[in-house]
């Protein structure tokens, strides 16, 4: 698989997918190329803290409730997971709450990240037709093709397309026939790989990982992408053993992606020139 595109699929199932700048890490261009911005993103984690709750999801009734509710989502367990679709469900046909959502994503899409998932996370929940239409625009907007660059990557455009391959999970979690259409025609015809992997797993997944299922994607994904299609799933409770059964047979099915055994290199003797002072047996006294 190549190396780039894993790595851009790891950062995708972590959850939190922003791509950091490290110490020492210089992107190529001038300092003009590096994002700059006066819009601020969502509120600091430690303020967001102070107010948050357990299982008391804020109400979503009016537009203005939604920062709070994202404040309190971003901050949320796992074992609130329900409490969170519930509102979500509840206001899916409030269209001022749909339309408050979209404009936060568009407010913080490049300059908060984690908090653009999450809004385009819980826009998907609704099943709103007004979402589903924002998505489809969404997914089709072109991909930045400038920006810092680490590891020959542009990071402007590798966020931009997990934002993307966020909204395909919002069509795919639709699964109505025109919602499927567009997911189909994204694993067809999107230029990234990083939409189109999302849009073959996000499918599959509202598909229960069915045998149909694959078989119909396969007529839509690329011929060097079909591998895409047997990605072993590990499913919520699924104990070590039952995972790694699947696993096997993935690597029996694609032997291509096994690792080579790593070869155990003997200890090498460094040549006396190039031995440093604590290298050297010292001298008797």
């Given amino acids: 698989m190549n190396s780039q595109w894993m790595r851009s699929m790891m950062r995708l199932s972590l959850g939190v997918l922003a791509v950091a700048l490290l110490p020492g890490c210089k992107p190529a261009g001038s300092s003009k190329d590096a994002p700059q911005t006066k819009t601020t993103g969502g509120p600091r984690p430690s303020e967001i803290l102070k107010a948050y709750k357990e299982h008391s999801p804020p109400q979503l009734t009016f537009g203005d409730d939604v920062s ?11 074992d609130e997971r329900e409490d969170a679709r519930k509102a979500i469900a509840a206001a899916g046909n409030n269209k001022t709450v749909v339309q408050a959502l979209i404009k936060e994503v568009e ?15 819980l826009l998907g929940e609704t099943r709103s037709p007004e979402a ?12 930045p093709t400038g920006g810092p ?21 919002g069509l795919a ?4 026939e025109s919602s499927n259409k567009v997911v189909t025609d994204i694993i067809a015809n999107h230029p990234s790989k990083i939409v189109r992997a999302e849009a073959i797993n996000a499918y599959l997944w509202n598909h229960d990982d069915s045998d149909d299922a694959r078989k119909f994607l396969s007529q839509y994904v690329r011929k060097d992408e079909l ?19 699947k696993l096997d047979q993935f690597l029996k099915k694609h032997p291509e992606v096994v690792p080579p055994r790593p070869e155990k290199l003997e200890a090498r003797q460094k040549p006396a020139d190039q031995r440093r002072a604590f290298d050297v047996k010292p001298p008797d006294f």
């Fill in 107 to 121: 407010r913080v899409k490049t300059v908060d990240h984690t908090r653009a998932l999450l809004a385009l996370a």
């Fill in 68 to 78: 709070q509710f994202l404040d309190w989502a971003g901050a949320s367990h796992v």
């Fill in 149 to 169: 660059v680490i590891e020959g990557e542009i990071v402007e455009q590798t966020h931009a397309a997990q934002l993307q391959a966020k909204a395909v999970d």
């Fill in 227 to 245: 591998i895409l299609i047997d990605r072993v799933r590990r499913t919520t409770g699924e104990n070590a053993e039952s995972f790694n059964r």
């Fill in 173 to 176: 979690y639709a699964n109505n």
């Fill in 132 to 143: 589903q239409a924002f998505f489809v625009e969404f997914v089709q907007r072109p991909l």
